[in-house]
Protein backbone atom coordinates (compact mmCIF):
# COMPACT_ATOMS: atom_id res chain seq x y z
CA UNK A 1 0.00 0.00 0.00
CA UNK A 2 1.51 3.39 -0.86
CA UNK A 3 2.23 6.02 1.61
CA UNK A 4 -0.68 8.86 2.01
CA UNK A 5 0.49 12.09 0.75
CA UNK A 6 0.54 15.20 3.46
CA UNK A 7 -2.57 17.64 3.24
CA UNK A 8 -2.37 20.86 1.31
CA UNK A 9 -4.13 22.72 4.03
CA UNK A 10 -3.36 22.48 8.03
CA UNK A 11 -6.21 20.65 9.98
CA UNK A 12 -8.01 23.27 12.67
CA UNK A 13 -9.53 21.69 15.79
CA UNK A 14 -12.99 20.99 16.29
CA UNK A 15 -15.49 23.34 17.60
CA UNK A 16 -19.27 22.72 19.33
CA UNK A 17 -21.82 24.49 16.83
CA UNK A 18 -23.87 24.95 19.25
CA UNK A 19 -21.76 26.90 21.10
CA UNK A 20 -20.36 28.48 18.33
CA UNK A 21 -22.96 29.79 16.79
CA UNK A 22 -25.19 30.51 20.67
CA UNK A 23 -26.07 34.69 19.84
CA UNK A 24 -24.85 36.84 22.53
CA UNK A 25 -28.62 38.22 23.55
CA UNK A 26 -31.50 35.87 24.35
CA UNK A 27 -33.70 37.90 21.88
CA UNK A 28 -35.27 35.93 19.19
CA UNK A 29 -34.59 36.82 15.70
CA UNK A 30 -38.09 38.19 15.31
CA UNK A 31 -38.38 39.66 18.06
CA UNK A 32 -35.40 41.54 17.84
CA UNK A 33 -36.42 44.86 16.26
CA UNK A 34 -36.10 48.39 16.73
CA UNK A 35 -37.64 50.59 19.23
CA UNK A 36 -39.74 52.13 16.90
CA UNK A 37 -41.25 48.96 15.24
CA UNK A 38 -44.95 48.79 16.78
CA UNK A 39 -43.47 44.81 18.03
CA UNK A 40 -41.26 46.32 19.85
CA UNK A 41 -42.97 45.72 23.20
CA UNK A 42 -44.63 41.55 22.69
CA UNK A 43 -48.24 42.60 23.79
CA UNK A 44 -50.59 39.41 23.75
CA UNK A 45 -53.31 40.07 20.79
CA UNK A 46 -56.68 38.28 21.08
CA UNK A 47 -57.72 35.59 18.59
CA UNK A 48 -59.34 36.51 14.92
CA UNK A 49 -62.73 36.61 15.23
CA UNK A 50 -63.74 33.30 13.04
CA UNK A 51 -67.89 33.59 13.05
CA UNK A 52 -69.34 34.76 10.65
CA UNK A 53 -71.00 37.84 9.61
CA UNK A 54 -74.78 38.14 9.97
CA UNK A 55 -76.15 37.25 6.27
CA UNK A 56 -77.57 40.58 4.60
CA UNK A 57 -81.81 39.85 3.86
CA UNK A 58 -82.51 42.44 1.09
CA UNK A 59 -85.82 43.93 1.42
CA UNK A 60 -87.54 45.19 4.50
CA UNK A 61 -90.13 42.27 6.71
CA UNK A 62 -93.74 43.64 7.00
CA UNK A 63 -94.98 45.01 10.54
CA UNK A 64 -96.99 42.37 11.61
CA UNK A 65 -100.67 43.04 11.98
CA UNK A 66 -102.83 43.26 14.61
CA UNK A 67 -104.92 40.42 15.32
CA UNK A 68 -107.78 41.79 17.18
CA UNK A 69 -108.35 44.60 15.42
CA UNK A 70 -110.89 43.88 12.54
CA UNK A 71 -111.81 45.55 9.36
CA UNK A 72 -113.91 48.03 11.21
CA UNK A 73 -111.96 48.99 14.01
CA UNK A 74 -113.86 46.06 15.92
CA UNK A 75 -111.90 44.24 18.49
CA UNK A 76 -112.20 40.12 17.55
CA UNK A 77 -112.03 38.97 21.07
CA UNK A 78 -115.51 40.43 21.77
CA UNK A 79 -118.14 38.25 21.77
CA UNK A 80 -120.27 40.45 19.58
CA UNK A 81 -118.13 40.08 16.68
CA UNK A 82 -117.64 36.71 17.66
CA UNK A 83 -121.31 35.54 17.42
CA UNK A 84 -121.37 37.36 13.62
CA UNK A 85 -118.18 35.88 12.41
CA UNK A 86 -119.52 32.45 13.82
CA UNK A 87 -122.59 31.79 12.79
CA UNK A 88 -124.77 28.78 13.53
CA UNK A 89 -126.49 27.37 10.39
CA UNK A 90 -130.66 28.25 10.66
CA UNK A 91 -131.32 25.11 10.21
CA UNK A 92 -130.70 21.72 11.96
CA UNK A 93 -128.70 19.18 9.78
CA UNK A 94 -130.75 16.47 8.41
CA UNK A 95 -127.74 14.04 7.29
CA UNK A 96 -127.85 10.29 8.17
CA UNK A 97 -125.40 9.21 10.30
CA UNK A 98 -121.95 8.36 9.48
CA UNK A 99 -122.37 10.23 6.09
CA UNK A 100 -119.91 13.04 4.60
CA UNK A 101 -122.66 16.03 5.40
CA UNK A 102 -122.44 15.28 9.29
CA UNK A 103 -118.73 14.95 9.63
CA UNK A 104 -118.57 18.38 7.28
CA UNK A 105 -121.24 19.64 10.05
CA UNK A 106 -118.68 18.48 13.05
CA UNK A 107 -115.81 19.53 10.99
CA UNK A 108 -117.30 23.43 10.98
CA UNK A 109 -119.05 23.76 14.77
CA UNK A 110 -115.07 22.45 15.80
CA UNK A 111 -113.60 24.92 13.36
CA UNK A 112 -115.98 27.32 15.41
CA UNK A 113 -115.22 26.72 18.74
CA UNK A 114 -111.36 26.29 18.05
CA UNK A 115 -111.59 29.96 16.89
CA UNK A 116 -113.71 31.27 19.73
CA UNK A 117 -111.12 29.15 22.42
CA UNK A 118 -107.96 30.60 20.53
CA UNK A 119 -109.05 34.50 20.49
CA UNK A 120 -109.80 34.27 24.20
CA UNK A 121 -107.07 32.42 25.08
CA UNK A 122 -104.64 34.64 23.15
CA UNK A 123 -106.52 37.74 24.68
CA UNK A 124 -105.42 36.81 27.87
CA UNK A 125 -102.32 35.88 27.24
CA UNK A 126 -101.62 39.76 25.35
CA UNK A 127 -103.05 41.36 28.78
CA UNK A 128 -101.21 39.32 30.75
CA UNK A 129 -97.77 40.29 28.95
CA UNK A 130 -99.02 43.78 28.75
CA UNK A 131 -99.62 44.15 32.20
CA UNK A 132 -96.24 42.34 33.13
CA UNK A 133 -94.41 44.63 30.88
CA UNK A 134 -96.00 47.65 32.29
CA UNK A 135 -95.10 46.71 35.70
CA UNK A 136 -91.57 46.00 35.00
CA UNK A 137 -91.31 49.46 33.38
CA UNK A 138 -93.23 51.24 36.17
CA UNK A 139 -90.83 49.29 38.48
CA UNK A 140 -88.12 50.26 36.49
CA UNK A 141 -89.01 53.95 36.13
CA UNK A 142 -89.71 53.92 40.29
CA UNK A 143 -85.99 52.59 41.01
CA UNK A 144 -84.78 55.16 38.59
CA UNK A 145 -85.93 58.19 39.76
CA UNK A 146 -85.11 57.25 43.51
CA UNK A 147 -81.36 56.90 42.16
CA UNK A 148 -81.92 60.81 40.08
CA UNK A 149 -83.38 61.99 43.61
CA UNK A 150 -80.58 60.45 45.73
CA UNK A 151 -78.56 62.97 47.49
CA UNK A 152 -75.02 62.92 47.17
CA UNK A 153 -73.01 60.94 49.32
CA UNK A 154 -70.74 62.36 51.77
CA UNK A 155 -67.69 60.92 50.47
CA UNK A 156 -68.33 61.42 46.92
CA UNK A 157 -68.91 64.79 47.81
CA UNK A 158 -65.38 64.98 49.26
CA UNK A 159 -63.51 63.13 46.39
CA UNK A 160 -65.57 64.61 43.23
CA UNK A 161 -63.34 66.40 40.75
CA UNK A 162 -66.07 69.30 40.69
CA UNK A 163 -67.35 69.97 44.05
CA UNK A 164 -68.63 73.43 43.87
CA UNK A 165 -66.52 75.07 46.45
CA UNK A 166 -65.32 78.56 46.01
CA UNK A 167 -61.45 77.44 45.94
CA UNK A 168 -60.45 81.70 45.50
CA UNK A 169 -62.48 82.26 48.95
CA UNK A 170 -61.23 78.92 50.42
CA UNK A 171 -57.39 80.02 50.14
CA UNK A 172 -57.07 83.11 50.59
CA UNK A 173 -60.56 84.21 52.94
CA UNK A 174 -62.42 83.08 55.70
CA UNK A 175 -65.05 80.33 54.76
CA UNK A 176 -68.72 81.11 55.67
CA UNK A 177 -69.95 79.33 58.60
CA UNK A 178 -73.49 80.12 59.61
CA UNK A 179 -73.06 78.13 63.00
CA UNK A 180 -69.62 79.85 63.83
CA UNK A 181 -71.01 81.79 66.90
CA UNK A 182 -73.44 79.49 68.36
CA UNK A 183 -70.35 76.73 68.20
CA UNK A 184 -67.41 79.37 69.53
CA UNK A 185 -70.62 80.05 72.59
CA UNK A 186 -70.86 76.69 73.21
CA UNK A 187 -67.34 76.05 73.61
CA UNK A 188 -67.10 78.98 75.89
CA UNK A 189 -69.39 77.60 78.12
CA UNK A 190 -67.92 74.23 77.93
CA UNK A 191 -64.49 75.36 78.73
CA UNK A 192 -66.04 77.69 81.70
CA UNK A 193 -68.01 74.27 82.91
CA UNK A 194 -64.42 72.44 82.91
CA UNK A 195 -62.50 74.92 84.83
CA UNK A 196 -65.28 75.90 87.40
CA UNK A 197 -65.25 71.65 87.92
CA UNK A 198 -61.14 71.73 87.73
CA UNK A 199 -60.91 74.93 90.52
CA UNK A 200 -63.51 73.16 92.67
CA UNK A 201 -61.43 69.78 92.78
CA UNK A 202 -58.17 71.63 93.28
CA UNK A 203 -60.00 73.42 96.68
CA UNK A 204 -61.35 69.96 97.84
CA UNK A 205 -57.68 68.46 97.62
CA UNK A 206 -56.22 71.52 99.34
CA UNK A 207 -58.64 71.24 102.08
CA UNK A 208 -58.27 67.48 102.24
CA UNK A 209 -54.41 67.67 102.43
CA UNK A 210 -54.98 70.55 105.40
CA UNK A 211 -57.05 68.50 107.23
CA UNK A 212 -54.84 65.46 107.19
CA UNK A 213 -51.49 67.55 107.83
CA UNK A 214 -52.38 67.90 111.47
CA UNK A 215 -51.10 63.86 111.96
CA UNK A 216 -48.07 64.65 109.63
CA UNK A 217 -44.20 64.38 111.22
CA UNK A 218 -42.76 67.78 110.60
CA UNK A 219 -39.93 67.98 113.82
CA UNK A 220 -37.83 65.77 115.25
CA UNK A 221 -39.73 66.33 118.73
CA UNK A 222 -43.19 64.57 116.86
CA UNK A 223 -40.45 61.92 115.20
CA UNK A 224 -39.15 60.31 119.10
CA UNK A 225 -42.93 61.25 120.52
CA UNK A 226 -44.10 58.76 117.95
CA UNK A 227 -41.44 56.17 118.34
CA UNK A 228 -41.83 56.37 122.07
CA UNK A 229 -45.74 55.27 121.56
CA UNK A 230 -44.83 52.37 119.07
CA UNK A 231 -41.55 50.95 120.71
CA UNK A 232 -41.59 52.60 124.41
CA UNK A 233 -38.91 53.87 125.98
CA UNK A 234 -35.61 52.14 127.16
CA UNK A 235 -36.95 52.40 130.67
CA UNK A 236 -40.25 50.89 129.80
CA UNK A 237 -40.21 49.13 126.76
CA UNK A 238 -43.38 48.18 124.18
CA UNK A 239 -43.57 43.93 125.56
CA UNK A 240 -46.25 41.45 124.15
CA UNK A 241 -47.83 40.19 127.58
CA UNK A 242 -50.50 37.90 128.14
CA UNK A 243 -50.75 38.19 131.81
CA UNK A 244 -53.37 35.49 131.83
CA UNK A 245 -51.49 32.84 129.67
CA UNK A 246 -47.77 34.44 130.80
CA UNK A 247 -47.34 34.61 126.84
CA UNK A 248 -44.12 36.74 126.33
CA UNK A 249 -43.16 38.16 122.82
CA UNK A 250 -46.52 37.57 121.08
CA UNK A 251 -48.20 39.81 119.31
CA UNK A 252 -51.56 37.69 120.14
CA UNK A 253 -51.50 39.55 123.86
CA UNK A 254 -53.36 42.75 122.17
CA UNK A 255 -56.05 39.68 121.02
CA UNK A 256 -56.95 38.45 117.82
CA UNK A 257 -56.41 40.55 114.41
CA UNK A 258 -59.23 41.98 112.56
CA UNK A 259 -61.00 39.95 109.66
CA UNK A 260 -61.25 41.40 106.20
CA UNK A 261 -65.08 41.21 106.95
CA UNK A 262 -64.81 43.24 109.57
CA UNK A 263 -63.16 45.64 107.90
CA UNK A 264 -65.43 45.66 104.65
CA UNK A 265 -68.32 45.72 107.49
CA UNK A 266 -67.12 48.74 108.57
CA UNK A 267 -65.99 50.42 105.77
CA UNK A 268 -69.01 49.44 103.51
CA UNK A 269 -71.94 50.50 106.62
CA UNK A 270 -73.72 47.43 106.38
CA UNK A 271 -76.80 47.75 108.14
CA UNK A 272 -77.61 44.09 110.27
CA UNK A 273 -75.93 42.52 113.28
CA UNK A 274 -72.28 42.30 111.71
CA UNK A 275 -72.02 45.70 112.03
CA UNK A 276 -73.13 46.22 115.31
CA UNK A 277 -71.14 43.55 116.29
CA UNK A 278 -67.84 45.06 114.90
CA UNK A 279 -68.75 48.51 116.60
CA UNK A 280 -69.63 46.84 119.92
CA UNK A 281 -72.09 48.73 122.23
CA UNK A 282 -70.99 52.52 120.51
CA UNK A 283 -72.33 50.76 117.17
CA UNK A 284 -75.12 53.24 116.67
CA UNK A 285 -73.16 56.42 118.09
CA UNK A 286 -70.09 55.48 115.61
CA UNK A 287 -72.51 55.39 112.76
CA UNK A 288 -74.38 58.28 114.09
CA UNK A 289 -71.53 60.38 113.91
CA UNK A 290 -69.87 58.99 110.55
CA UNK A 291 -73.15 60.20 108.83
CA UNK A 292 -73.30 63.68 110.59
CA UNK A 293 -69.93 64.23 109.38
CA UNK A 294 -70.11 63.29 105.88
CA UNK A 295 -73.69 65.42 105.73
CA UNK A 296 -71.79 68.25 107.07
CA UNK A 297 -68.92 67.94 104.43
CA UNK A 298 -71.85 67.98 102.05
CA UNK A 299 -73.54 70.82 103.75
CA UNK A 300 -69.91 72.70 103.75
CA UNK A 301 -68.63 71.64 100.85
CA UNK A 302 -65.07 70.95 102.49
CA UNK A 303 -63.19 68.06 104.17
CA UNK A 304 -63.95 67.87 108.12
CA UNK A 305 -61.56 66.14 110.53
CA UNK A 306 -63.17 62.69 111.89
Known amino acids: MPPRTALSTPLRAWRCPQCTNRAFSITARAQAVGPEHPRYLPIQEP ?40 QTPQRQSTAKAGSREEWKAKMSEMRRENLRAGLK ?34 DERLTAPSHGLDLETLYKGDVTDPTRTARLEQKRLNLQAQTEKSQDERLSALNTLYLRARSFIVTPQQLDKAVDEAFGTTENPVSFVNV ?19 MLNRANRVGGRSAMS ?26 IAS
Open 47 to 86: PQQTLPDRKFIKGRLPVPRDIFVGARGQDKSEDAWLEKAI
Open 121 to 154: SLRIRRTRDEDRRRERSERRQREHEELVSRPERE
Open 244 to 262: EQRDVGSVWAYGRPEKVQD
Open 278 to 303: ASGSAGYSSINKERIRKIAEVLTEGK
